[in-house]
């Protein structure tokens, strides 16, 4: 099937847009078509179920464009073979970053390795403080205790992201097939750094004898520079050798030119050699302009995964889960739904601002002991709402919005249902979603129930036509934007 599929690709980005396809379909293959039958497969099963249970319809109806006459598409698991993973010894003195030699495999089955016929000891883990990762005596960043898979809060906008880096910590301990290099992108607060963290402890608590090593690009940058003063450079490659999993955060902030190009030849040397690698930034790949060509391409191959906003939903699970934390430590402390809700309501822009409102809120209860009335949060948190920029409006506060206001359930917006008292409320939810938000036509019908974009443009045109005669559907609409915060 080689140079097959080019078409479908094609038409799965037009049709999905750039940042769907780039999630979800960048790392399937095309394999075979019978005359009926499209053949094709992803590295991870969480893949492979989410496509077949959100895109097959687009799936099925890109393909066919390209493959006559077929009927369907198969998505299967591609289980590349995993040849048995040897930690490796210190670098002898002298000798360039190359592991292409020593093939990857799973940790739990690492054996003393072999150079030119001697047998080289296996090196020993290093004894780091609790907190930390390092390999050969060099130490990496601080991991924060609390930042585990356990304690990570799952929703739509992050579900991806939190998949690919279980396979990744999967890959390490067992050598099952995965993304290499998982990619990780997003605002400040969403959560990119709890995951590197969470890949990091849960290899450490599973394997304590895997070499792992966290490293902000500050950090490495610093070591660098280090290794350049003392002039013994060769030592700093070295170090690399024996790493199982190299996590790498804050890419966008990797500056200096020869610290670039050492971070690409260490990149490509551990990638080439089958080693795991792991990099969050603020900015997607394509949008670092410092990146060569070469090693955005590399960081391209594997999974690339943006954190989306926290949408209503996901920011009261946040809640939830940090308020429930805070009572493990103090059983007294208690806040009302309707105080979660308007923490929710209110604080849009990432985790963080949730949890240091909650502990605003505890230290009141702490120091005063009194309830946490709606009025009290009111005031607790009114500089942080006072200092936020005005919010961007997500198609998930359009839904809620429209649906409260007209009565309807998001169920019923996201339905097949056909009757005005359903459709019209759609048509509006849609006009808005284009007026108050950056999403393209395909991306506004995936969440308005996985509608075609050309429905998306009729009821954008439909309103549109009505607001030019209709002073009261204007102040409708109008009324619906301040409920907005427009």
Known sequence: ????????????????????????????????????????????????????????????????????????????????????????????????????????????????????????????????????????????SPLDPRCTFESFVVGTSNRMAHAGAQQVAETVLNGTPGFNPLYIHSAVGLGKTHLLHAIAWEVKRRAP?????????????????EALRSQDPMSFKEKFRAINLLLIDDLEFMQGERTEQEFDHIINSLLDGGRQVVVASARAPNHIDRLNERMRSRLQRGLVSEIGPLDYELRLKVIERRLNDKRAMDASFELGRDVQELLAERLTENGRELEGALTRLHANWQYMRTAITLDVAETVIRDLVQGMEPRKTKIEDILRIVSRHFGVSKGDLLSQRRHRSVVWPRQIGMYLAKQLTARSLPEIGRRFGNRDHTTVLHAIRKIEGEITGNPRLRDEIDELKKLLNH
């Not at 497969?41 to 066919?64: D, G, M, N, T």
């Not at 004898?209 to 520079?225: G, H, K």
């Open 1 to 140: 099937m080689e140079g097959r599929g080019a078409k479908s690709r094609a038409m799965l980005r037009a049709t999905l847009g750039e940042e769907i396809y780039s999630s979800w379909f960048a790392a399937l293959e095309f394999e075979s078509f019978d005359g009926k039958t499209v053949k094709t497969s992803v590295p991870v099963q969480f893949l492979r179920k989410w496509i077949q249970s959100h895109y097959s319809e687009q799936l099925l109806a890109c393909c066919a464009a390209e493959f006559k006459g077929a009927e369907r598409v198969d998505v299967v698991w591609r289980q590349p073979a995993a040849p048995p993973l040897r930690v490796q010894p210190a670098a002898v003195k002298g000798t360039s970053l190359d592991l292409r030699d020593h093939p990857p495999g799973p940790v739990h089955s690492i054996q003393p390795d072999v150079v030119q016929g001697t047998r080289m000891p296996l090196a020993a883990p290093v004894a780091n403080p609790a907190g930390r990762t390092g390999v050969g005596g060099f130490e990496g």
């Open 209 to 225: 004898q895997a070499q792992v090593l966290y490293l902000t690009a500050e950090r490495f940058r610093y070591q660098f520079v």
